[in-house]
């Protein structure tokens, strides 16, 4: 790791009419670190991620983000065609939801050639390999390039999402609930292959999930959410081994009990 953060949050809220999503959350990332964001359904993850991957506006706060090139933008209060530019090239989003992340009506080599495409690659046969070894590199046969998502299991389009997430080789990725709704036996098997890519390509990466087992295997660092606001965050192994704020012992005690 370097000696700065990659990002750095500050302040952010985000309300939706008179009801408060996240309220004043503030947080660094660190080069190559990898940071849960943890809480229960409704405690406003999606809301933070989707304010920093630029879905939604938020209404309060600063998301200082150091390019690649050097040099630090605020993407809260950044140009919007600059800061799709940016998030484009420079991040990925792996959303919670593949039917949000992926496009159904292209194949699955298309899926992950696009981002490719968006950056200015236009060589046909190079895009076509690079797609290739992204399916291999998430376990999807490369024989299966020209078939459509749709054919794919749940595990397979939350691979392909990653693939087309990580090809363009960010700086940082987000994943909302990256391993929800699959059976235990697939997100053991994808929760594997998420750790080993992010630190194979280095990535930092920020992963929303209500499951303590997710960030424990993941995670460097947490934040906890509880109502909005960031009740307790620290290094994961000590904060679920020793949980200070009452809401983290709680959420830590059932995880235990069950
Ligand atoms: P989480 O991802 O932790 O389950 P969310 O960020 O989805 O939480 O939601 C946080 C709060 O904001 C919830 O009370 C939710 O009902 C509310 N909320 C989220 N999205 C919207 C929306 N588009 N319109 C109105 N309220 C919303
Ligand atoms: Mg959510």
Same mark, same amino acid.
């Given at each position: ?97 593949? =039917?949000?992340?992926?496009?159904? $009506? @292209? *194949? &699955? ?8 495409? %968006? ?76 750790? =080993?890519?992010?630190?194979?390509? $280095? @990535? *930092? &990466? ?8 997710? %960030? ?43």
């Amino acid at each position: 790791m370097t000696d700065a953060p990659i990002l750095r949050v500050d302040g952010l809220g985000k309300a939706y009419g008179r009801r408060i999503a996240c309220r004043d959350i503030c947080f660094d990332l660190w080069p190559g670190e990898v940071l849960a964001v943890v809480g229960e359904s409704g405690s406003g993850k999606t809301t933070l991620l989707n304010c920093l991957g630029g879905l939604i506006a938020a209404d309060a706060g600063t998301v200082r983000y150091t390019r690649r090139g050097g040099g630090e933008i605020d993407l809260a209060t950044a140009g919007e065609a600059e800061r799709r530019a940016i998030l484009r090239a420079e991040w990925g989003f792996v959303r919670q939801n593949p =039917r949000d992340g992926l496009r159904f $009506g @292209v *194949s &699955a080599g298309a899926n992950v050639g696009e981002p490719l495409m %968006a950056i200015g690659s236009r060589h046909f046969g190079k895009i076509r390999s690079t797609a290739s070894e992204w399916l291999e590199a998430v376990e999807i046969d490369a024989h299966r390039i020209d078939d459509l998502p749709s054919g794919f299991s749940g595990g397979m389009q939350q691979r392909l999402q990653i693939a087309r997430n990580l090809v363009t080789h960010p700086s940082i990725v987000l994943m909302d609930e990256p391993t929800g709704g699959l059976d235990v036996s697939v997100q053991a098997k994808l929760l594997d292959l998420i750790r =080993r890519l992010v630190r194979e390509n $280095g @990535v *930092s &990466a920020i992963v929303v999930t209500h499951d303590l087992g997710v %960030a424990r295997l993941l995670a460097d660092r947490m934040l906890v959410m509880k109502e909005g606001e960031v009740v307790e965050s620290g290094l994961t192994d000590q904060l679920l081994d020793d949980p200070q704020a009452a809401y983290t012992q709680l959420l830590v005690s059932s995880v235990l009990t069950v």
